[in-house]
């Protein structure tokens, strides 16, 4: 197994766990944090495959674009969290789960 | 407040597994197949750096090879501001003091670091063409300025109204759209910039770029860290 190989499958498995947290966590916070686990995977494969001939200069290409992509994912989790917390206001609950908001209005009256 | 079960049903996380294990093979697999030795597209860059108008190959690719993923990702980061700032419960986009009172040590500190800051970014953008550095880290940098003055207890200064501030968040856009008709006005391609004007022009847009990003995560962050929905935030949900 090659360098390259160790960095993008350990990458890949990095997607993995933020796919599997982003299916199973109900909460909202969970969710941002599972889909910033996953960028950071789609990340480490593009920085992981940038230097693929040992000793010379890296690929400026997936630099730049992780680059791009680490400021898209700040802004998305911004707006992710600000849909959270207005869903939070609005609800009185910060998840995906309709059997709890079914409980949380009955309780509420 | 509702009772939110940390972890999903057995049946689904079983099914969550099942997906995460098939998709695990398929990028297994797709990354195991990428060519080891290829040195992918770093000598046709290093080719024409030249033609670029600037000396670092990042900065090149970000803003003259690839210059409308950079378009596209500034448009992205305006739109998930405006998005922020419409979802706020709270009057959007004033920079009020998060902490009001602030640690006097703090606020000295603040005093002294935040100008030093500014020069970083400065500094960071002027790099950007010839070594590591650019408008996306002169911007973070501007960012974090603006993040530590409010966090520090200082308000937005009188100078810096309401509307400037989302000018700021929009000009970076603005500017980068308009230099990419008036190419295509001027005869080129969209975002081909013509080789004697192309530093002038990359540098124009850096600037414009960085203080557009410094005031979109300012914002992003200001819009939402309001104290109060914080401790409403804390005592509810999970755990």
């Known amino acids: 197994m090659s360098q390259t190989d160790l960095y993008t499958l350990a990458g890949a498995a990095l997607f993995i766990i933020g796919l599997y947290g982003l299916m199973t966590r109900p909460h909202l916070l969970h969710k941002v944090l599972a889909l910033n686990i996953s960028s950071a995977g789609v990340f480490f494969v593009l920085v992981g495959i940038a230097r693929r001939v040992p000793g010379t200069t890296p690929d400026p290409l997936p630099h730049a674009m992780v680059l791009t992509g680490i400021v898209v994912t700040v802004s998305s989790t911004a707006f992710a969290l600000a849909l959270a917390k207005r869903i939070y206001s609005e609800t009185g609950i910060a998840a995906l789960d309709a059997s709890d908001v079914d409980a949380e209005e009955n309780a509420g009256g | 407040m509702g009772k939110v079960t940390p972890r999903s049903p057995r049946a689904i996380r079983i099914a969550a597994l099942a997906i995460c294990g098939g998709v695990g093979a398929f990028l297994a697999r797709a990354v195991l197949a990428i060519p080891e030795t290829e040195p992918g597209l770093a000598p046709l860059v290093a080719a024409n750096l030249e033609a670029s108008g600037v000396k670092n190959a990042v900065t090149a690719v970000l803003l003259n090879f690839r210059g409308y993923d950079t378009l596209l990702e500034i448009a992205v980061l305006m739109l998930a501001t405006i998005g922020v700032l ?154």
């Not at chain 2, 979802?87 to 986009?93: D, R």
């Not at chain 2, 400037?164 to 970076?172: C, K």
């Not at chain 2, 980068?176 to 013509?194: D, H, N, Q, T, W």
């Not at chain 2, 914002?219 to 401790?231: K, M, R």
């Open chain 2, 86 to 239: 419409s979802l706020s419960v709270t009057q959007s986009g004033t920079w009020d003091p998060i902490a009001v009172r602030a640690d006097p040590v703090l606020s000295a500190l603040t005093r002294f670091l935040a100008p030093i800051m500014i020069l970083v970014s400065g500094y960071l953008l002027w790099a950007g063409e010839h070594a590591p550095g650019g408008a996306f880290q002169a911007g973070s940098v501007l960012g974090a300025a603006g993040v530590l003055l409010a966090l520090s207890g200082y308000a937005r200064p009188a100078w810096l109204s309401r509307f400037a501030l989302r000018a700021a968040i929009s000009v970076g856009f603005i500017v980068f759209l308009a230099v990419a008709i008036g190419e295509m006005i001027a005869g080129g391609l969209l975002l081909e910039y013509p080789a004697d004007l192309a530093k002038t022009l990359m540098l124009l847009v850096e600037t414009w770029l960085t203080v557009s990003i410094g005031a979109i995560l300012v914002s992003l962050f200001i819009a939402s860290a309001s104290p109060a929905e914080e401790l409403r935030m804390r005592s509810g949900g999970d755990r």
